[in-house]
């Protein structure tokens, strides 16, 4: 703990340092805003200006170009920087908790979210693909995370899933001098410090240079009461921006970010528990040695390092008074290497527990670009934007895995002195993956895959009335090809290059300047990919290959922004939607095995409406920002039609309610205190076999904000102190919730 306390001093003492520079630097200046007014001249650049609160007003995730929530025929959702520290948010599981209806969390060691009752797709770092990782993001540098709810293929360049794709949208370099340390400390001992300086590097009479640097750091030794799990991480981020004063930037943000994060799932179900006798579910509930203390190996064992390093540069410039253009680039690099020892099924004793050594090797490249131009036209009774573009991917990837079988373990009183023995006789290296030791069973995968993506799309904005009634239409064509090398087989198999067509069309009405309705009409297409798409069941190849997918979206909406008092203002969106998808790729049970898998289904759907409201209240001593969710839908897989009883989609949360409250006192002797209070409540849901019931949760924090640099916050999460089960990947390999936990946070501003 000293070695944490001396880092966070360290770090405090260097950035006061850097402050007093930074001072120097901006009072030899007199042009530190420039910068600023030069990016607010792109339509490809959004504003902040006018968000208070918990509301941000601008994305450019819903049209490619900067456009008000109120202007778009979709439903997006914002978490901005504010409510990210008001969460202490450090996943992307804390942050879409509250404000954004319809989202629910999947897996927690991972981006893994379900929309609607439809996985996300590849999730993108300001507006470019990020080629997910299977750890989460990294929320250093991050200052808001979007949610555009609805297939994205059309507006992306990416044709991730039906469901949505979230957007993580990283701090700009600023024009005038400031920073940011935050030093947080759990009850579990937990440290986590977080760095984020910026202002004006270079200032020339046509040329403007401002930087930024972050720096991440975060230790924990049993983040979840698990002796087997803990937290590593290091985060070195940064950008360069450069602003010309014709109206051309280059923004340049990058990261280099070691992860040596252990968390997995750990936890075993009781397989008693008796089936629904309509549905043939089961409830998932806790073995009864199934405690926060039991681990299924030796954490000596078990270790999973992930380097990630990332670019993304983008440039913009006004081409005449009426035309822009921007060109993006993105690259990503990311090296995954980990042995997880764990657990996969329980035999009928209920308490005797298979196990498994899994071990994989993986390493994958990406780059990415995107090239919009976008051209106004206007006369005197209508506003034409056509917006042309091209994106184009190139992904590589190797991937080395073995699973086998390891001992058994009797968990009534678990002795691991088999596990020494095992893991003696195989260590871990790169050979092992060529040569699979003689004797032992396992299923071996080692192949490369190549995977190109390019397409072109054209958008039309037409706007008629003073652009209050606004038709949008748009096509793209993909071109996809790739082939995947089989490092066993010695065989390579390529994909049939597939050439395919989406769209995306809808209509806003803006009934006031505060209110508008839209509707909306898009599509995404999934061609299988070659040679690994198969069902499988623990990278056995089994079954038919997978089949060609289609996405389908209708939907109308409600938005308002209004001012109905001088002292409240009510913001949001009420939403009906429908959505289904052929041949989806989900997680059930294989009819060859009857184990868990990687299934097709013929088509899944749902329906539904949500409304996300938010509140903001001045009063004689402060201010409230309130946050209301509410999401009410129903789904269905085909093979239950023509059933009494039909299914859920798997991970299809039915309902989910969330509230989030803060009060800030600006005013008489309790000035500088904010207190707030979270409330969440999910409906059971399905999960492959079985049937989990999340408990309702509630979180806390208070703050008070000494003076223009000092502030402390303290926030309680799960204050009912309910251990509960987030996914069950099979009956012996579950994963299980955090419960009560404690986090002091002390922030330096300047």
């Known amino acids: 703990m000293n070695k944490r306390l001396k880092l966070g001093v360290l770090s405090l003492s260097l950035l006061a340092a850097h402050h007093g520079q930074a001072q120097a630097v901006s009072s030899s200046n007199t042009s530190s805003e420039t910068s600023d007014d030069v990016v607010q001249m792109s339509p490809f650049v959004t504003s902040t200006s006018d968000d208070e609160g918990y509301q941000a007003q601008q994305t450019v995730v819903g049209s490619r170009s900067a456009q008000d929530l109120i202007d778009l025929p979709a439903s997006v959702g914002i978490i901005n920087l504010q409510q990210i520290e008001d969460l202490a948010a450090t996943s992307v599981h804390d942050v879409l908790r509250y404000g954004v209806s319809g989202v629910t969390q999947n897996q927690s060691f991972n981006d893994d979210v379900n929309i609607r009752g439809f996985r996300a797709g590849t999730p993108l770092r300001n507006g470019a693909l990020r080629n997910a990782t299977n750890k989460g993001a990294p929320l250093f540098d991050v200052e808001r995370v979007e949610v555009l709810k609805g297939p994205g293929a059309m507006l992306n360049g990416s044709n991730g899933g039906i469901g949505g794709t979230v957007n993580y949208v990283t701090r700009q370099p600023t024009a005038t001098p400031q920073g940011e340390v935050q030093l947080s400390f759990t009850d579990q001992s937990a440290v986590r410090m977080e760095t984020n300086v910026s202002g004006p590097l270079l200032r020339f009479d046509d040329l403007d240079v401002n930087y930024r640097v972050t720096l991440g750091y ?208 195989f260590p871990n290296d790169d050979a092992y993956f060529v040569n699979l030791p003689a004797g032992v069973t396992g299923s071996p995968t080692r192949r490369k895959s190549h995977n190109t993506n390019l397409s072109y799309y054209f958008q039309e904005n037409i706007s008629f009335l003073d652009e209050r009634l606004t038709f949008v239409g748009g096509l793209r064509w993909f071109e996809t090809d790739g082939y995947t090398d089989n490092f066993i087989t010695g065989e390579t198999t390529h994909a049939d290059p597939t050439n395919f067509k989406v769209h995306k069309y809808g209509v806003v009405f803006k009934i006031t300047p505060s209110l508008s309705i839209y509707a909306t009409d898009a599509q995404n297409v999934f061609p299988a990919a070659p040679g690994f798409t198969d069902r499988f069941d623990q ?106 009883y039909v299914r859920q989609t798997n991970a299809f949360v039915p309902e989910k309610i969330s509230l989030l409250a803060k009060y800030s006192w600006t005013e008489g002797p309790l000035s500088g205190l904010r207190a707030g209070l979270g409330i969440e409540d999910e409906s059971k849901k399905r999960y492959g076999a079985f049937i989990l019931d999340r408990p309702l949760l509630a979180d806390a924090f208070v703050g008070y904000t000494f003076n223009e640099t000092w502030d402390a916050q303290l926030n309680l999460n799960n204050l009912t102190d309910e251990r509960y089960i987030v996914q069950t990947a099979a009956n012996g390999l579950v994963q299980a919730s955090d419960t009560f936990r404690a986090k002091l946070t002390v922030s330096y501003r300047w």
């Open 218 to 425: 975060l230790d924990s030794d049993e983040p979840r009461g698990k002796a087997m799990e803990w937290e590593d991480q290091k985060f070195y981020g940064g950008a360069l921006a450069f602003y010309n004063k014709n109206g051309t930037s280059l923004t340049i943000n990058g990261y280099y970010w070691e992860n040596n994060d252990y968390l997995y799932l750990h936890d075993f179900l009781d397989i008693t528990q008796t089936p629904d006798p309509v549905s043939g579910l089961i409830p998932a509930v806790f073995n009864q040695n199934s405690t926060p203390d039991f681990r299924p190996g030796r954490a000596q064992d078990a270790f999973w390092p992930l380097e990630s390093s990332t670019i993304d540069v983008t440039f913009l410039t006004q081409l005449t008074e009426n035309s822009n253009l921007r060109a993006a680039y993105y690259y990503a690099h990311h090296d995954d290497r980990r042995r997880n020892n764990r657990g996969i099924s329980v035999q009928a004793d209920n308490y005797t527990l298979n196990r498994q050594d899994v071990r994989n090797n993986n390493t994958s490249n990406s780059h990415s670009y995107q090239i919009d131009y976008l051209h106004e036209f206007e006369l005197d009774w209508v506003t034409i934007n056509s917006t042309l573009g091209v994106d184009g991917s190139v992904n590589d990837g190797l991937f080395y895995q073995v699973v086998l079988t390891m001992p058994t373990l009797d968990t009534r009183n678990p002795d691991y002195t088999a596990d020494a023995a095992w893991f003696a006789q």
């Open 539 to 644: 990278s056995d190849q089994l079954g038919e290959p997978f089949r060609d997918s289609e996405g389908k979206l209708r939907e109308v909406g409600l938005k308002f922004n209004h001012e109905l008092t001088e002292n409240l203002r009510i913001y949001g969106s009420l939403v009906a939607f429908e959505m289904e998808q052929t041949n989806i790729r989900t997680f059930g049970i294989l009819p060859e095995s009857g184990n868990m898998g990687l299934i097709q289904s013929a088509k899944d759907s749902a329906d539904g409406w949500e409304t996300d409201l938010g509140f903001q209240l001045d009063t004689a001593g402060g201010r409230a920002d309130i946050i209301l969710t509410y999401f009410n839908g129903d789904s269905a897989i085909a093979d239950d039609e023509g059933e009494d």
